[in-house]
Nanobody, 121 residues
Framework: QVRLAESGGGLVQVGGSLRLSCAAS????????MGWFRQAPGKEREFVAG????????AYADSVRGRFSISRENAKKMVYLQMNNLRPEDTAVYYC??????????????WGQGTQVTVSS
């Protein structure tokens, strides 16, 4: 069983930064690719960023590339999403996920409860 707990969300002004964290409770954390997804009201959950088990491969949605950065610390069973230059359209609930692939939602098997990010203009 994999349990994921996100933290670090909040209210930030346009152009600001936030760092999301995800703590994993799992025996073999470095067996999983990890990802961040987000869901805005009335929209489907969408891919934001993903990272391979080793950290050697990362992927980003076009809308966040160059502004967001995903990283992981396998020894601490943590994954992070550094979000810079935030925009109102980044407002959403952000979810951490664990799975076998880096980019596709269908490759992720485990999900956290989500953390709200609100960007005010």
């Amino acid at each position: 069983q994999v349990r994921l707990a996100e933290s670090g969300g909040g209210l930030v002004q346009v152009g600001g930064s936030l760092r999301l964290s995800c703590a994993a409770s799992v025996g073999s954390f470095n067996s999983y690719a990890m990802g961040w997804f987000r869901q805005a009201p009335g929209k489907e959950r969408e891919f934001v960023a993903g990272i391979s088990w080793s950290g050697g491969t990362t992927a980003y949605a076009d809308s966040v590339r160059g502004r967001f950065s995903i990283s992981r610390e396998n020894a601490k069973k943590m994954v992070y999403l550094q979000m810079n230059n935030l925009r109102p359209e980044d407002t959403a609930v952000y979810y951490c996920a664990a799975g076998s692939g880096v980019r596709l939602k269908r490759d992720y098997d485990y999900w956290g409860q989500g953390t709200q990010v609100t960007v005010s203009s």
